[in-house]
C-alpha cells in the first residue's frame, strides 16, 4: 500500500513482505508502474503478465519479473475526487483476477481509503482545534498583560496595547512573549 503525503508524493506505507516493498520502492523511485498509474488515474490497474508489460514499464517491468513477479493489480484509493493512494497486489503466476476476487481487492481498497480519510480528518480536526487552543491562550495572555500595563501606568487599554506591541517590536519579540514576562512580573514597562 502506498500513501501519498500533503504535496502529492507517494511513500509506501506497508507491505507484505519485503519483496514486495522492495519492488513498491523502486516503482516510486523510478516512477513507473501499475500502482502509480492507479493513483494517478484513479482506476484499477489490471496487470495479467508483467513480463508483457515492458513496452509500457521498460524499467519496471522487468525489475518485477527479477524479483518473481508476474502479474499484478493496482486498486487506487480514492474517494470521491480525492486520491490518497493506491493499493498493489503482486502474484507470482501470470493471470488475471477472478471477478470475485477484484471485487474483494476493491472492497478492501474502499475500506482502506475510508479508514484513511477518516483519520486524516480527525488530525486536521484536533491540529485545528490545538491551533484555536493556542490562539485563544495567546489573546487571553495578551489581555492580561494590557490589563496589567494599563493598571501599571494608569493608561487606557489601547494604550497600554500600544506600548505592549511597540515594546515587542523595539526588541524583536513576539507579542505573545513579552506579554507572558509581563505577567510573570519578569518585566515592567
Not at 22 to 38: F, R, T
Not at 114 to 130: E, F, P
Request: proline fraction near 2%.
Amino acid at each position: 500500500m502506498v500513501l501519498a503525503d500533503a504535496g502529492g508524493q507517494l511513500h509506501v506505507l506497508g507491505s507484505t513482505s519485503e519483496r514486495a516493498s522492495d519492488v513498491e520502492e523502486a516503482e516510486l523511485g523510478i516512477e513507473q508502474g501499475p500502482c502509480l498509474d492507479s493513483f494517478r488515474s484513479g482506476r484499477v490497474v489490471e496487470t495479467a503478465d508483467l513480463r508483457a508489460s515492458a513496452d509500457r514499464w521498460p524499467e519496471f517491468a522487468p525489475l518485477a519479473v527479477r524479483r518473481g513477479l508476474r502479474a499484478g493489480y493496482a486498486v487506487p484509493l480514492s474517494l470521491r475526487d480525492q486520491h490518497v493512494g493506491a493499493l498493489n497486489l503482486f502474484f507470482d503466476r501470470v493471470g488475471v483476477l477472478t471477478d470475485q476476487d477484484a471485487a474483494v481487492a476493491q472492497a478492501l481498497g474502499e475500506f482502506a481509503t475510508i479508514g484513511l480519510v477518516q483519520h486524516r480528518t480527525l488530525r486536521a480536526h484536533a491540529d485545528r482545534t490545538a491551533q484555536l487552543q493556542h490562539a485563544l491562550d495567546s489573546r487571553i495572555l495578551i489581555e492580561q498583560a494590557k490589563g496589567a500595563l494599563s493598571f501599571q501606568r494608569s493608561v487606557s487599554i489601547d494604550d497600554a496595547f500600544t506600548i505592549l506591541r511597540r515594546h515587542a517590536r523595539s526588541v524583536g519579540g513576539r507579542l505573545h512573549d513579552v506579554a507572558q514576562q509581563i505577567v510573570d512580573r519578569r518585566l515592567t514597562l
